[in-house]
T-cell receptor, first 114, second 109 residues
Framework: EAEVAQSPRYKITEKSQAVAFWCDPI?????LYWYRQILGQGPELLVQ????????DSQLPKDRFSAERLKGVDSTLKIQPAELGDSAMYLC????????????FGPGTRLTVT | QQQVKQSPQSLIVQKGGISIINCAYE??????FPWYQQFPGKGPALLIA?????SEKKEGRFTISFNKSAKQFSLHIMDSQPGDSATYFC????????FGKGTRLHILP
């Protein structure tokens, strides 16, 4: 069964350092999402790509966060510099172009900023 | 108008009982209402979903009830099992998807 891949699974970094997360969506899924999930809460959308284009980054803290999906396949989310409040689970999901509500999530990256 | 309100925050049910989780939305432009199940350390997984043109959808022990006029929908888990213990998120999607804050369900053995 096809799955969304994410790496690393866990990351510990010191504040002010840079950190990057990678996501490989299900093959053929045109839409890719990055979410942040704080413990005990629902996923919060950070950025949505349709192919290689950003269609929604209204909740992305652009002063420190950046995301790219250069060839419309895999994607990287970067934080520079990391802050203590960035500690969370970062989830990647993908869907077909028409299936916005049917998202397939990866296992996530647990980020701890010390 | 973009919020999805989910309740209860946590729920404890005896094995074999019925678990009920409720959600309410405000934006009538939403046209797809999925439920996701999340186990600790895992990403959410799509469990069951409904469109507003039907009032109920059943898949095995899981049923969604949908009330379009009240803008409410609920998840019923029949014959709840310890393996159902997880966090459940409702969501509403249109041109974007909004998640509820989640319900932590614990089924007592």
């Amino acid at each position: 069964e096809a799955e969304v891949a994410q790496s690393p699974r866990y990351k510990i970094t010191e504040k002010s350092q840079a950190v990057a997360f990678w996501c490989d969506p299900i093959s053929g899924h045109a839409t890719l999402y990055w979410y942040r999930q704080i413990l005990g809460q629902g996923p919060e959308l950070l950025v949505q790509f349709q192919d290689e284009s950003v269609v929604d980054d209204s909740q992305l803290p652009k002063d420190r966060f950046s995301a790219e999906r250069l060839k419309g396949v895999d994607s990287t989310l970067k934080i520079q510099p990391a802050e203590l409040g960035d500690s969370a689970m970062y989830l990647c999901a993908s869907s077909t172009r028409q299936g916005l509500g049917e998202q397939y999530f990866g296992p996530g990256t647990r980020l701890t900023v010390t | 108008q973009q919020q999805v309100k989910q309740s209860p925050q946590s729920l404890i049910v005896q094995k074999g009982g019925i678990s009920i989780i409720n959600c309410a939305y405000e934006n009538t432009a939403f046209d797809y209402f999925p439920w996701y199940q999340q186990f600790p350390g895992k990403g959410p997984a799509l469990l069951i979903a409904i469109r507003p043109d039907v009032s109920e959808k059943k898949e095995g022990r899981f049923t969604i009830s949908f009330n379009k006029s009240a803008k409410q929908f609920s998840l019923h888990i029949m014959d709840s099992q310890p393996g159902d213990s997880a966090t459940y998120f409702c969501a509403a999607s249109g041109d974007k998807i909004i998640f509820g804050k989640g319900t932590r369900l614990h089924i007592l053995p």
